[in-house]
């Protein structure tokens, strides 16, 4: 049988002729740890003309992920869900170590969704049907990777986009991403892969490698799902924060949501106005911080706010104003740093609460120039 061990650290690769014959508990989604074991089972997909829907992820799934598994199903005949904690999209240092791997409760969740698909007739008769687990040397054969910036191996680089912004501040990041899902596309060969807007550059960058390499398959792109009441971007780094930094860590948010309304009040308003107005809440909100004792407050550093063009990330020039017919990406990344003087008691988050980098965009749509959260 195959090991149930957390896949991609430790487990044994099954073999070929029992791959694919494990299940989820309770479900009929059959678990995939080699690439060969997935590629049989699409190809008797393929010979009947079904097809499929893509859900590429690092596990820790949280409700934006399962929006895009309903999506999937709604659109393809099949769903494949990929559960694996990419090495080379991390440098070195930072969290691979930690990143939040939790395998049994994404097999619950998963099989709960599937559950409500059967009862919901809006969901045609997509279903979730695989999941492809593999191991580090399955997904990569040759050895990993470097995850040092000019390390060696066999790399996709999608320049300048994956450069810019997050690809600034983490440098070998889009590497990564755009080396797996190369690998990912190739091997299931789905239909239509499905990603969330709130890693705007990832999907700039993704489309831009499936024009460029006329990978067959479409891309979409689902709106951003936020926690309740204040809107913080879904994320499986979210935790990490535990209680005192998630009462703080919409700031970015609330930065950028200023800077688009501003944009949207005043169509006069320039690149640096526009950020001038995120800055102000980030900087208000830091002071506000700084003013209570260590023992309460939290510290956070703004990585990057950013005002880009649409297509291309490239920033907007100083004096430039949000082109109408264009329209713009507001972006950002802000570091939440760990807790100071933690009390014995106190819920510091997932792995004692680590330094946490969130982000978050908000979309100025090109007609208008309105701010969307997406």
Not at 173 to 179: I, P
Request: glycine fraction near 8%; hydrophobic fraction near 40%.
């Amino acid at each position: 049988m195959v090991q149930k061990a957390e896949p991609g650290h430790g487990m044994e690769t099954a073999p070929a002729a029992e791959d694919g014959q494990d299940t989820i508990p309770g479900t009929s989604i059959r678990v995939f740890r080699t690439v060969q074991g997935l590629r049989n089972w699409r190809r008797k997909q393929l010979l009947r003309g079904r097809t499929i829907g893509l859900v590429p992820t690092m596990g820790a799934l949280h409700e934006g992920h399962l929006d895009l598994v309903r999506a999937a199903a709604r659109d393809n005949d099949a769903v494949v869900v990929t559960i694996y904690v990419n090495p080379t999209q991390f440098g070195i240092h930072e969290d691979l170590g930690s990143y939040p791997r939790t395998w049994d409760a994404d097999s619950r969740a998963l099989a709960k969704l599937q559950e409500t698909f059967r009862a919901d007739k809006s969901f045609g008769e997509g279903r979730i049907e695989a999941v492809f687990a593999p191991t580090t040397a399955e997904m990569y054969p040759s050895g990993p990777p470097s995850q040092a910036i000019d390390g060696p191996g066999s790399f996709v680089t999608i320049t300048p986009v994956g450069s810019l912004l997050e690809g600034a501040s983490r440098p070998t990041f889009f590497r990564g991403v755009a080396t797996v899902c190369m690998k990912l596309f190739h091997i299931v060969q789905p239909e239509r892969a499905y990603f969330g807007q709130k890693d705007v550059q990832q999907t700039v960058v993704l489309r831009r490698m499936v024009r460029d390499f006329a990978i067959p398959l479409a891309l979409v792109v689902r709106p951003t799902v936020r926690e309740q009441p204040d809107g913080l971007a879904l994320s499986s780094r979210n935790v990490y924060l535990g209680t005192r930094r998630r009462a703080v860590a919409n700031v970015l948010r609330r930065s950028l949501q200023a800077a688009a309304e501003l944009a949207a009040r005043n169509k006069h308003a320039t690149h640096d106005d526009i950020l001038a107005a995120a800055h102000r809440v980030a900087d208000e909100t830091l002071a506000a911080q700084r003013r209570l004792p260590p023992h309460e407050r939290v510290l956070f550093e703004i990585d990057y706010l950013s005002l880009a063009e649409p297509d291309t990330m490239e920033e907007l020039s100083a004096e430039t104003r949000v082109d109408p017919e264009r329209g713009a990406i507001l972006s950002g990344a802000v570091r939440m740093l760990p807790v100071e003087a933690p009390r014995a008691d106190e819920d510091l988050g997932h792995s004692g609460g680590p330094l946490v980098r969130l982000i978050d965009n908000i979309i100025l749509e090109p007609t208008a120039g309105q701010g969307t959260e997406v």
